[in-house]
């Protein structure tokens, strides 16, 4: 009797944990279908935000202390949006050539207030339902913006790595230099591009 007794109590225990697993299992896929759920809702946002710089560093390149500083730089506006097929058209599009050289390229960044600016980086959406980061291609500057926390990032950066490089150019084989700088193929290490980043956040904007 007591053998039944605690065979049967074993059974209502197997029972419960079944039956705690059950329930476990299910809040877990609720909760996913949620985020699924979620992540459309942001899918549908529209085709067009206006993005506000709130942060900035900038380093600029002295060539008479032949050193570089961080200099203040004023915030910006930026445009995300949409590519349409007008952008891609050759006959409508102004720019069109560049937007060809990344067939993949739904998205992009321009200045905001300007007409028809160029584009700055062009981005592709290739955002899953868990992973809302959108992947941008430099043309002018580089680029990040995440779908759900609509952050962005505006970015260029890389020179004075390759300021670097033709300083070093131009000491050791100075006449190499000179051919390249006159076939415009070089870069003056003494005038090189300002480095900066700027973050914010992105507002949706009108439709265009």
């Not at 419960?16 to 946002?45: E, F």
């Not at 993949?104 to 584009?119: H, L, S, V, Y």
């Not at 992947?135 to 580089?142: E, K, L």
């Not at 990040?144 to 300083?167: L, P």
Request: net charge negative; with cysteine.
């Amino acid at each position: 009797m007591v053998e039944a007794g605690i065979a049967g109590n074993h059974g209502t225990v197997h029972a419960r944990l079944l039956w705690a697993d059950v329930a476990m299992r299910s809040k877990v896929m609720v909760a996913i279908a949620l985020l699924i759920a979620s992540a459309t809702v942001v899918r549908s946002d529209p085709l067009q935000y206006v993005c506000f710089g709130e942060h900035t560093a900038d380093l600029q390149y002295d060539s008479e202390k032949r050193a570089w500083s961080d200099q203040t730089l004023a915030h910006h506006k930026y445009v995300f949006r949409q590519l349409t097929k007008a952008d891609h058209d050759s006959q409508s599009g102004k720019w069109w050539a560049v937007f060809d050289k990344h067939p993949g390229a739904n998205w992009a960044f321009f200045e905001f207030g300007k007409i028809d600016p160029t584009p700055l980086a062009v981005c592709e959406d290739t955002s899953s339902d868990l992973g809302q980061d959108v992947a941008c291609d430099r043309i002018i500057d580089d680029g990040a913006f995440n779908k759900v926390t609509r952050r962005f990032e505006i970015s260029f950066r890389g020179s004075y790595v390759t300021q670097g490089f033709w300083e070093q150019l131009r000491l050791e084989n100075p006449e190499a230099y000179e051919v390249l700088l006159a076939q415009g193929k070089a870069v003056d290490p003494s005038k090189p591009d300002d480095l900066f980043i700027e973050i914010g956040e992105c507002k949706p904007g009108p439709a265009f």
